[in-house]
């Protein structure tokens, strides 16, 4: 049986109305980032930061899973030892499509992270400066539980892990620009893993996989899983 790695990215999500890093127009390209998504700037101006990702987390839960999440979280159900999903996105939509365990390595919208104590905790609504801590109590410190730039992504260990043990690596909607995410398929090529690149046109990294399969997640990706699931790999 194979060992499958699977590592998504935004555009996974694009179908459901979220939109991806690079998008024109989108909602990234409206900002500049160094304010709104790095330690720094949540410093500097808070209250901008806030606002940012409360407009996120409302987009967020507006949102539906779409195919690809419902036949990702099918294929987990059906191989929960050997399928790990990795996922670079911070929305719930995995989760809500049926998928009971995911690795969010840049965090989650829907959660909340004391600055002060390290406390992590649910958060579905917005949030404001005078929030508290439920920990420790500390005002002031409440920030989304999203890896900024320049911040360490989560659980690099268990998928660095995961990532010597694979047979298979398959990266579904990522662009292949942002690191470290963007070794993972050097990682596995160099444990011996094929490598399958699911994408509506070539990433940054394409040279580095065996397999390439183009077109909107929606469609491509159920037709991966049904392959996987029929061929009993």
């Known amino acids: 049986m194979e060992r499958i790695v699977i590592l998504t990215g935004a555009g996974v999500s694009a179908e459901s109305g979220l939109g991806t890093f690079r998008d024109a127009g989108g909602i990234w390209s409206r900002y500049d980032l160094a304010e709104v998504a790095t330690p720094e700037g949540y410093a500097r101006n808070p209250s901008l930061v806030l606002d940012f990702y409360n407009a ?49 390595m840049h965090g989650e919208l829907l959660r909340a992270l004391c600055a002060h104590c390290g406390h992590r905790w649910q958060w579905p609504g917005d949030m404001t400066m005078a929030d508290r801590c439920p920990q420790c109590s500390a005002a002031g ?67 580095q996989f065996d397999r390439h399969l183009h077109g909107p997640a929606s469609e491509v990706v159920p037709r991966w899983v049904a392959e996987v699931l029929s061929s009993g790999r």
């Open 56 to 104: 996120r987390r409302r987009n967020c839960r507006a949102a539906a899973p779409n195919a690809a999440h419902k036949a990702l979280a099918d294929l987990v159900s059906e191989r929960p030892e050997d399928v790990a999903l990795v996922t670079q996105n911070i929305d719930d939509l995995h989760e809500r499509g049926g998928a009971a365990r995911v690795i969010h």
């Open 141 to 207: 410190s409440v920030r989304p539980d999203v890896v900024w730039f320049g911040e360490i992504p989560y659980r690099m260990e268990e998928i660095g892990d995961l990532l010597a043990q694979a047979t298979l690596f398959v990266a579904i909607g990522t662009s292949g620009a942002v690191y470290p995410a963007a070794g993972f398929v050097a990682e596995a090529r160099a444990v011996g893993a094929e490598t399958v690149e699911i994408n509506l046109e070539p990433s940054d990294t394409a040279g």
